[in-house]
């Protein structure tokens, strides 16, 4: 029997280069053979630089998401980004914007398919409580896929920041996996990514094949004081992401009373 490759599939690590450095740690372990990083590698948190500068060394795939298109746009107004783009520099920023936007690859008979946040675009969300339509539609080839791969039978992207793993009763034999969020978890305060094993570009079906979370504790507290001796624009917000996995845009509402207006 081939002996089985081992892929982490990262994404969303968002300027946290303390998660990173947890998670690499655990791939180091477990004898990873390959690592897919998809996207949002700045933005919101401290060391974009930094986290840009290990994954162009330790990553061997990087794609495009909607925070590396937003930072890398010249004439986004947004104080709080031009904060997050002014740190990288150039030659970091035309890195970024060469970046592809999808990845194919066959594992254990199955086409692999990873993106950042769905087939459509990086500014399309998809949910795992999305419309059985717009899950199905993660499988097909659009322009940001191209057309020169057939179409999946394994999708996996991140931009949620939530991370699942969903096999479907109709049609059968497709799964639509979330690798989570890296340094900016919205689902629990800790660390995700995900692990995909089998034969790497073989074509038996009933070869092993596996996908399975990670999650992983990491010094949250360290990364929001450094974000405040940075003077990081929301660093306030931030601190509740991580400590709580309340996204920013939920935290008014959450702390106000249930019986206010
Ligand atoms: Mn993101």
């Known amino acids: 029997m081939n002996a089985l490759t081992r892929i982490a599939v990262i994404s969303d690590i968002h300027g946290n280069s303390t998660a990173l450095h947890a998670v690499l740690a655990d791939i180091r372990q477990r004898g990873v053979d390959r690592i897919y990083n998809l996207g949002d590698l700045a933005g919101k948190g401290p060391d974009g630089p930094e986290v840009i500068d290990i994954c162009q060394e330790m990553c061997d795939v990087n794609i495009f998401g909607n925070w590396d298109e937003l930072i890398t746009r010249s004439d986004s107004g947004s104080a709080s980004v031009q904060w997050h783009r002014q740190r990288l520099g150039a030659e970091r920023l035309a890195w970024l914007r060469s970046l592809p936007l999808s990845a194919d690859f066959r594992l254990s008979g199955r086409r692999i398919r990873l993106i950042h946040a769905s087939a459509q675009g990086v500014w399309h ?17 659009t322009e940001l896929t191209g057309f020169d791969h057939p179409q999946p039978d394994v999708v996996g992207y991140g931009d949620i920041h939530h991370a699942f793993i969903m096999p479907f009763f109709i049609p059968k034999n497709k799964m639509l996996f ?66 709580e996995a309340i996204y920013r845009g939920m935290q008014a509402k959450a702390q106000r009373p249930l019986n206010a207006d």
């Open 125 to 141: 969300r998809v949910f795992p409580n999305s419309d059985h339509e717009t899950l199905m539609a993660m499988f097909e080839n």
């Open 178 to 243: 979330n690798a989570g969020s890296v340094g900016n978890a919205l689902d629990e305060p800790r660390a995700t990514y995900a692990i995909l094993e089998g034969v790497w570009d073989g074509e038996d079906w009933d070869a092993p094949f596996g996908i399975s979370l990670v999650r992983l504790p990491y010094d949250i507290e360290s990364v929001i004081t450094r974000a405040q001796a940075l003077n990081m624009p929301h660093a306030d917000e931030l601190a509740v992401e991580l400590r």
